[in-house]
């Protein structure tokens, strides 16, 4: 039975867990029109105003310095000043950066001053510049409390898949030079502290023997986290890792925008943190944590950060973590927009490491009501009635409240599929929900229902869930948040439910999607552990099939997240799949240890983003949940791993190391280090032969060694092995690594495809076997069917010495098929899962003569005798009774018989011969009865 906590959200199939963006805080429609948004990307005024020493994340030992900063320039800028700045594109249409900003600016750019032609009117922008000059200095008026972890929550893919977008590096850029020992090179590519461990380094910041020093800290991490020494000036820099910059432009907004009293800002996903000021005022922004841990936006007039010793901890605004795979979506007093007129927005951008801003393929938006957000973000927007749907919310909520888990269920479609669970995991968790609450009671408000393109009504609600707890004797021991007796919020929140109206009768279906993140209990680190999966696009429509799997591993400091929301994997293999590219496969993505390295190391409880059993995490557990609660093809043949930076290190070292597990391995700007490489080398000439690589690294990858690939590479020449291999141009993030995607994972669908993987087409329904050991079929029978190289699983009744697999055909031997007493029926199992059915037919031509050439008629003594066809005793009339010496059998003397000239089995002839003979006798006999009753007459 999954957790409780997933219950609540598949009760409601909270639209954070069917399409992309965080939940919408719905505002009460005054406006129906779904066009009622104004878009931010394109051209925004850009201003660098601070650097750093080091990376954002080791601020709390005390190591960060300012490098460089332009004072007046950190200031909230007036519209006067920012429309001044140079002018960028966001995103920027570099496919290279994933859409987001260069570190510094290509050879020969100059700075790009804002076209006069596109600065608004100062009577236009007066009430906008006015209000910013007055609220400049505020730290946090008028920041919704809707805003503060809106972005935290993040949000799930579309059902149908994002499109696809790229990423930025995950850790600082690193110098590695070819002298540093492999140990060494192999630390430069880790963080030295997880975001888990940062947050206990620094969590008491007021003890300073909790923070940890530079003399702390080893020489080997120093390096790591210092800027660059170049002699560049500053004018050269774009937006560099560990820096500070403004991004403002002006909106405008129709008179009629919106009269709700909030409105939606999607800002897509922003790398890595960002303070949102709207008209002056600071409404949004993530990243940041005060000194006791908790989310803030007490931002400073001048940005930047405040670990000092002396500021109260709930004042401190200290680095949380990098948002750089998370969509914002901010909830916006719309008291602060000007409608019918000009608007301003200013963005602080926090870059920590490699490129920044904006990435592509996100919506960048102000939304006006709760329409436009649904239209953005792809979900239905034609609103419609049904009762049918109705009538089977009111029995959902009757079921719940009368605790009937029976009535419930008969509300769940039988095909039931929502993100990991089927009907049977929906039924189980309702049912938990009734063992904890009794009186549950369901209160829905801004309802509305939509339809989609397939014809599926979804079900739009604002869904409070309330309860009375049960008995404490219930509870789990020593749970003191566990209190009898008091009606409790279950669940509350915004959720889409979908349903299919089949003959007038509503059941709930589920979300159906195909990407998606769950989790399960970990026995290995006892907690729960989560991952995201994508299924093939046939996967619910083709129940029997199984599938082979792809494991792909993160990075460093990162997680599933950045591929599923960032790199929209599910776009790009649906277009893989379908353009013919690739076989279907199932990907998985594990949230592994953040900078583990997945390696087997002893757990230490506080660390677990870099200590614990991660290894076994991948090769044992993940893999044993996926294979139980998915349909895959459970052989190494089938299974692959492809990593990217630190996933790299993880997928050589893991894919060498388990030859009974994996078969074909692939690392894009992988870690390879010489550690790695080991592993690999420790594999037999024999075992090689039966995998695949492919291997690319980018030229200016400044955070692993392109020669840790290279050098992988000539190994792999070395031995004679065929293998993908790309250095080309290109930096260390997911721009790069999704360039390379279409490569790798056709190498391992051409790998699965080779080892068997494929449709097998019948050709015919039967076969036939004599038993005649002379006759023609009395021989290894071919089965009417075409492999395509498809491996046979199994055929029913068969062993493993009754038929052969060649090329792409199956035998069936004649020793077994002689064995065979009566007609018989095979099935023949695929590793596809297709099941084909035979029939096996038997005939003896024993007794069926080879030839009718009259030389071969059997011998007259065999032809049976006419007197033999008929019983005498069966003649009605005594005088048809044949005389005894008129029917003996005709001697064997050698002399012809009446019947010589007939042939065998012509039995028709012989009767009308026979007939006209006895009819002679008896005619002959009558006249001589008379003639001699005659003479006697006449005698007397």
Known sequence: ?????????????????????????????TDKDASKYVTLGGEWHFKLYRTYSRMFQYFPYGMVDVTWEDSDAAQLPSASSWQSWEVVSMPSDNTATGGLLELERPSGDEVVEADAANEPSEENVSDVTDESSENENTNNEGVSEETDGTADSGAKEDADGTKETTGESEAAEIEAKDSESAAESEAKESEPASESEASAEYASTENESDVKTEAEISSREVQMLQAPEDGDDISKKLLPSWSEAWVCRNFTLPADFTSDENVTLLLGIIDDLDVVYINGHLVAGSGFKDGNGSKTLNISPTGGFDYSADTPAENKVMFE?????????????????????TNEICIRLYNNNGYGGFYSGNNYAICGNDMAVRALKGLPVNKTESEALNNVVEKQKAALAAGDIEAYAATISEDYHNDADSKADKVAEIQAMMDQYSNISVTDEQTAVYTDDE?????????????????????????ISF????VETIQSGSVEICYAVVGGNALERGNWSRCYSTSYDSGLFGKKLSYSIYLPTDYYTNPDRKYPVVYLLHGINSSSSSFVKVDGIAGFMDDQINSGNITEMIVVMPDSGKNAFYKDTDLNPSKTDETGPWRTHLTDEIRSEVETNYRTLNDAKFRGLT???????????????FPELYSSVASHMGAVTDEALGY???????????YDFYLDCGLQDTMVQYQWTVNAHEYLDSMGKEHGYDLRDGGHNSAFYMAGMPYSMKMHSDHFLKNGLFEAEKTGESVTFDKNTKGENH???QLPMKLNGNVVVSIDGLGENDYQVVDDHIILLKDWLAGLGADSEITVHLYSGKNYTFGVKLTDTTQIPESKDPSETKDPSETKDPSETKDPSETKDPSETKNPSETKAPTNSGKPSKTDAVKTGDTVNLYVIFAVFTGSVILAAAMMFVIVRKKRYNKK
């Open 680 to 690: 690999l080398k420790g594999l037999t000439p024999e075992q090689l032969k039966a």
């Open 455 to 479: 014809g599926n009504y979804w079900y739009s609600a604002l869904r409070t869930i309330k309860g009375v707890r049960r008995d404490q004797s219930e509870s789990p021991e020593n749970d």
């Open 643 to 657: 990593g990217i930076s630190m996933g790299g290190f993880g997928s050589v070292s893991v894919g060498s190391l």
């Open 1 to 29: 039975m999954k957790r409780f906590a997933a219950m609540l959200l598949t009760l409601g199939l909270v639209v954070q867990t069917v399409f992309s963006g965080a939940v919408t805080v719905h505002a009460q429609e």
């Open 483 to 486: 209190a009898p007796g008091g």
């Open 321 to 341: 973590k990098s948002y750089w795979e998370v969509q914002r979506e901010y909830s916006i007093p719309s008291k602060y927009l000007n409608q019918g007129g």
């Open 779 to 781: 021989k290894n029978l």
